[in-house]
Nanobody
Framework: QVQLVESGGELVQAGASLRLSCAASGRTFSGNAMGWFRQAPGKEREFVAAVSWNGASTYYADSVKGRFTITRDSAKNTVYLQMNSLKPEDTAVYYC??????????????????WGQGTQVTVSS
């Protein structure tokens, strides 16, 4: 059974930093793209960041570019999201996602087959 388990979300003040982790189990994703999405209350799920199968290529939403960094450790089957200079508008549930077919970083949610349960990030002003 494949599982993605996110951790690291918490309540922080604006300007703070957080690092989210997503540990995969049940299969290896070393040859597949992984990503982060988020969903704020009353809004649709949106793309945040993605990393290619080998970590060489990354892709970010404009709203987080320059503040967030996605990395992966294939040996640990884990992907990370370093979030700096957090803003209240970053408040959301953050979801990890993994593709079973694609290796290139993508913002398209339909290219990801496995999803975690999410971790709450709350940024107070």
């Amino acid at each position: 059974q494949v599982q993605l388990v996110e951790s690291g979300g918490e309540l922080v003040q604006a300007g703070a930093s957080l690092r989210l982790s997503c540990a995969a189990s049940g299969r290896t994703f070393s040859g597949n793209a992984m990503g982060w999405f988020r969903q704020a209350p009353g809004k649709e799920r949106e793309f945040v960041a993605a990393v290619s199968w080998n970590g060489a290529s990354t892709y970010y939403a404009d709203s987080v570019k320059g503040r967030f960094t996605i990395t992966r450790d294939s040996a640990k089957n884990t992907v990370y999201l370093q979030m700096n200079s957090l803003k209240p508008e970053d408040t959301a549930v953050y979801y990890c996602a993994a593709s079973s077919l694609f290796g290139l970083a993508s913002a398209r949610a339909q290219e990801y087959d496995y999803w975690g349960q999410g971790t709450q990030v709350t940024v107070s002003s």
